[in-house]
């Protein structure tokens, strides 16, 4: 494997690390959107530029979830599983 596909696995897991984890506080919402971003990169280095467009939109989407959520209190976000 060389590093650009590397780079591509990796982004592509941690956005469905961080999808997983949304539930448990804004901040996975963001680390979302900065795996989307990572993912579109790779999309569009790779080569496959629509790839690299629907990753965009996703993290603008995630973005601006971020962006609109409220900080939960602490005691509720210890309490998601």
Known sequence: MD???VFGAA???AML?????ERRGREFVLA???????SSVYGFLAG?????VIE???AGVAAR???TAKA???????RVP
């Open 3 to 5: 590093g650009l596909t």
């Open 11 to 13: 982004a592509v897991t």
């Open 17 to 21: 690390a961080f999808y997983a984890l």
């Open 32 to 38: 979302f959107a900065v795996a989307c971003i990572a």
């Open 48 to 52: 496959t530029w629509p790839f690299g």
């Open 56 to 58: 965009a939109v996703w």
């Open 65 to 67: 979830r971020w962006a």
């Open 72 to 78: 939960r209190p602490a005691t509720a976000q210890a």
